[in-house]
């Protein structure tokens, strides 16, 4: 079995397990760790979450995030000013990072995405260089009413999760749902 397929296969036995009630929200947001390199095949096969979701009685809903950086900075007042001089673009880490929170609490607040269904948060590693993973999820935790899903290129090793194999690694309560053979967090 490869990567994603032990992935997938760790993401339906866990899905399935009955969702406890009253959960704070760190333990309502689900990190879905993989290595960087299985990005294109975990969503060549994204389908199969969902319908790994769906068989287990839940409601499945995506936010991709991977063009949301493009796209607000294609809308932002100054963006021709940070087109000519990219160097600039350091100036709006903040305003950026509170713009995928916006988005992402906007998402978890929609009708279907109540307390049976699955978040899932697809093209995480678009907001690299711009926002931090920890800092949006911990932002956002509070809308969550069923589960969040991170897609995770990166590890996760002694509750610590490294994002893209770039940088040091942040501690966060989110469960996770690894590649590892046979292997899924209870």
């Not at 907001?127 to 290129?153: H, N, Q, Y």
């Amino acid at each position: 079995m490869n990567t994603t397929d032990r992935l997938i296969h760790n993401y339906e036995r866990f899905v399935k397990l009955p969702w406890q009630t009253g959960l704070a929200g760190p333990q309502r947001v689900w990190f879905a760790v993989y290595p960087p390199t299985e990005e294109r095949r975990v969503r060549a096969k994204l389908q199969q979450f969902e319908m790994d979701t769906r068989a287990a009685d839940h409601r499945w809903h995506v936010v991709d995030l991977t063009t949301e950086f493009g796209a607000w900075l294609g809308q932002h007042e100054y963006r021709d000013a940070y087109f000519s001089d990219p160097t600039a673009l350091s100036s709006v880490e903040d305003e950026f990072r509170d713009h995928v929170v916006t988005r992402l609490r906007e998402e978890c607040s929609r009708a279907e995405a109540d307390a049976n269904a699955v978040v899932a948060v697809l093209g995480i590693g678009s907001i690299f260089g711009f926002a931090s993973v920890s800092d949006v999820v911990a932002k956002v935790e509070a809308s969550i009413r069923g589960r969040l899903l991170i897609f995770f290129p990166g590890e996760h090793r002694s509750q610590r999760y490294r994002f893209m194999d770039a940088r040091d690694g942040f501690n966060y309560m989110a469960v996770p749902i690894t590649c590892a053979a046979e292997v899924f967090a209870a």
